[in-house]
């Protein structure tokens, strides 16, 4: 059976309900009928295709390769190099097992490569989570320990890692230490004339950098904490609190903080964090006719409370 046929034989795919909004249910199949032709020009086995990802086979092992990142950037690019745009993607991503093996077996070495990303706690890896590396840092995101090797992103498994004889905790701390702060740009802006707000930009890494944020950007920690937003990982906005009318300010950076999430590459939530004296919380949201009615952490309002 070729490899095409997987395809062929089955009626159209159904549109992600992660994709509403941003791209049609015909361009969906559109896009996965050219993912599935690359797999067969290259001679690689495609053994399923599921919701938002493709896996294929290679000497027995499946790989996952979640389409997430290369849907935003197709449906941001015209349609007439949507073919091209492909298999520049898969191009980069062609698997290097040898390599991985040697940097599973040296640490010293593996080290450098060392990174974190946070994803959405619906992000699905195509197995239990709880088989990889991770940890929560901002509530309703899983934060990854991942190697960047090769121009990839390799989610570690916990039982690779054994022979690095590293506690996870350790592992956590060196990749952070590792964020490439020289590709992240930050820029200060004022909004209404009133609040200070720094956006940090980057191709992978602005919200990662916000788990060190006080070694790294502590000019954002104001008075009372900061308000934080990772809508991508790409895209950080951060204020520092100074005052207790930060709800005006959520009022207004709620509708682009939405839009950077469903519309960029790599998103993570649209929820919004309260960091102060090393936690995370995050900010009470309810669904109402209204539209979302966001609150502020009931520890928040007590510590402005007892300062004011």
């Avoid at 990142?69 to 949507?82: C, G, H, Y």
């Avoid at 590792?178 to 820029?187: G, R, V």
Wanted: hydrophobic share 40%.
């Amino acid at each position: 059976m070729a490899l095409f046929d997987i395809f062929k034989k089955q009626k159209k795919v159904e549109l992600p309900e992660m994709y509403n909004g941003i791209i049609s249910k015909d361009e969906y199949n559109f896009i996965m009928e050219i993912c599935i032709k690359y797999h067969n020009d290259n001679e690689l086995i495609v053994s399923k295709i599921d919701e938002g990802e493709i896996v294929i086979d290679i000497d027995g092992d499946e790989h996952h390769r979640y389409l997430d990142n290369l849907v935003r950037v197709l449906a941001s690019n015209d349609k007439t190099i949507w073919n091209e745009l492909i298999y520049e993607h898969f191009d980069k991503l062609k698997p290097n097992p040898s390599a991985l093996k040697y940097l599973y077996k040296d640490y010293d070495y593996a080290s450098q490569f060392l990174r974190v990303l946070l994803k959405e706690d619906t992000f699905n890896l195509g197995d239990n989570v709880e088989n990889y590396v991770h940890r929560i840092d901002f509530p309703k995101t899983n934060t990854f320990l991942i190697l960047e090797f090769e121009g990839q992103f390799h989610f570690i498994h916990k039982d690779e890692i054994a022979e690095w004889n590293k506690s996870e905790n350790d592992l956590f701390e060196c990749a952070i230490q590792n964020l490439p702060e020289d590709e992240i740009e930050a820029k200060e802006y004022e909004f209404v004339e009133k609040f200070t707000v720094y956006i940090f930009f980057s191709g992978d890494y602005s919200a990662s950098l916000m788990l060190d944020l006080r070694n790294r950007a502590n000019y954002a920690i104001g008075k009372f904490g900061t308000l934080i937003a990772i809508p991508t990982k790409g895209t950080a906005y951060v204020h520092p609190i100074e005052n207790s009318d930060i709800l005006e300010l959520i009022v207004i950076l709620q509708p682009t903080i939405e839009k950077i999430y469903n519309e960029d590459s790599g998103n993570i939530t649209t929820n919004f964090y309260w960091y102060y004296d090393n936690k995370m919380q995050i900010l009470p949201a309810e669904q109402s006719e209204n539209g979302l009615l966001i609150s502020l952490p009931k520890d928040l309002i007590k510590l402005i409370n007892e300062t004011e």
